[in-house]
């Protein structure tokens, strides 16, 4: 709707993962990088948590774009599943034939694949997103997966990434042989003032090289202060600010228009202030 007025190509504030968008923070360069290190090593267990919105699902997508092309992936993003699901959803993005499927089929099928791929000097690595949401019993099959392996080496390194639930699932007695697995361990955190600044302007320089947009100094600082820093939250809030800003008819997006998107977003304040005539036209040409 507000493309063309701000002279961009692509909605800059878009809620899915698209890695054309993904800003590179200090922290996730460093978490990509340890986890493209480990994977390289075959390390076997790396966990990678943070709170709902920091971006975990974009780093994991910008990880399997770091890894080279010869590298064998399985990406899993529903892990509410049986152990046998489980197993047959990795067999499959791995493209391994399925002949049986009984757990002892898969496996004894998954390690032959693995077997080969080692053979052939390449190696194999599987990414389960939402990890917090697996099983006991899942996890434990997970385990044994990860005890594939050679005399030197791990046949598959695995990557659980979710929310800080994760963790604590992991520290409970029952996990203790997949806690002494784990090799390397990460924290997503929201962004700093700093980082809530860079992070929309790269979003808005990616998505036009010719955006007319700008943003306050203090409307940076209440972004930060209405979102807490998390990625997600500042995406739905600065769309907001730019359909203000266009039915407004301004290219500065000022704290004030900040204060009312976020209104807007978390549905408060008195409903006569917040929805004002402004509000009501931009509800009127969205429709």
Aim: hydrophobic residues 45%; charged residues 20%; negative net charge.
């Amino acid at each position: 709707m507000y493309l063309d007025f701000f002279s961009l190509s692509q909605l800059p504030f878009q809620l899915t993962p698209d890695t054309h968008f993904f800003y590179m923070s200090s922290q996730h360069e460093e978490v990509i990088d340890s986890l493209a290190y480990g994977i390289d090593q075959r390390l076997g267990f790396m966990v990678l948590t943070g709170e709902v919105g920091t971006g975990k699902t974009t780093t994991i997508r910008a990880l399997l774009n770091r890894l080279p092309s010869t590298m064998e992936t399985a990406l899993i993003f529903n892990p509410l599943m049986s152990m046998e699901e489980l197993l047959e959803t990795i067999a499959t993005d791995f493209g391994v034939p399925i002949v049986q499927r009984s757990l002892r089929g898969l496996l004894e099928a998954l390690h032959q694949f693995l077997l080969q791929v080692n053979t052939q000097g390449r190696n194999a690595v599987v990414i389960i997103d939402e990890a917090q949401h697996l099983s006991f019993e899942t996890m434990e099959m997970i385990r044994l997966l990860s005890n594939l392996e050679t005399e030197s080496s791990k046949l598959l390194q695995i990557v659980l990434a979710g929310q800080p639930e994760l963790d604590h699932q992991l520290s409970q007695e029952a996990m203790r042989q997949v806690q002494q697995r784990i090799q390397m361990r990460f924290r997503l955190t929201p962004f700093t003032p700093v980082q809530v600044k860079d992070y929309i302007n790269w979003r808005i320089r990616h998505a036009g090289i010719k955006a007319c947009i700008v943003f306050e100094e203090k409307a940076y600082k209440r972004i930060h202060e209405y979102t807490g820093g998390i990625p997600r939250v500042i995406n739905n809030l600065c769309d907001k600010c730019l359909m203000a800003a266009y039915v407004y008819d301004t290219h500065v997006v000022t704290k004030d228009i900040v204060g009312m998107a976020y209104l807007e977003m978390v549905g408060g304040g008195d409903p006569s202030a917040r929805l004002s005539s402004v509000w009501r036209r931009l509800k009127f040409w969205a429709a």
